[in-house]
């Protein structure tokens, strides 16, 4: 009896150190955030795409770029696409009159320099898109510019 116990205690901290080992704490935790929203019918009649990066140190340190728009190529959809320099990112998107109870639809959450990616059928004219980075910044500065990236 007291060599299972022995083994089962042993075995226990062992996946214990194990479990704690594999889990980034970074990864669970969100830091800098940005959304921007597109709003009329007028806005999703034609495929348009933009970029917009976030920069840190006086604007001189890319943190994140956050890719989003419309497009028809097989179906009407939104997409949004996130990378981050430093830490992990995740692409959102909220759909206001689908989405309920105001969940975004989100990508997985990836590392540095991978992108983040949310693609969803286009059903409704106000559509919210979101970067979350893991990492907290301050003095974020951002720039949009049309892109043809997708």
């Known amino acids: 009896m007291k060599g299972a116990l022995k083994f089962l205690a042993t075995s226990l901290a062992v996946a214990v150190m194990t479990a704690a080992t594999v889990t980034p704490v970074s990864a669970a935790t969100t830091g800098y955030t940005d959304e921007t929203s597109v709003r009329g019918s007028s806005n999703f009649t034609s495929e348009w795409e933009k970029t917009t990066t976030y920069k840190v140190n006086n604007g001189t340190v890319t943190v994140g770029t956050m890719i989003y728009g419309y497009d028809k190529d097989y179906i ?31 990508g997985s959450q990836k590392g540095k320099n991978t992108y983040s990616k949310i693609e ?21 500065t951002s720039t949009t510019a049309s892109s043809s990236v997708k």
């Open 120 to 140: 969803v059928t286009h059903q409704t004219y106000y559509v919210s898109y979101k970067i979350e980075l893991s990492s907290s910044y301050s003095g974020v």
């Open 76 to 106: 009407n959809e939104d997409y949004v696409w996130t990378k981050a320099t430093e830490c992990y990112s995740r692409a959102k998107l909220y759909r206001d009159g689908h989405d309920k109870n105001s969940i975004y639809c989100a």
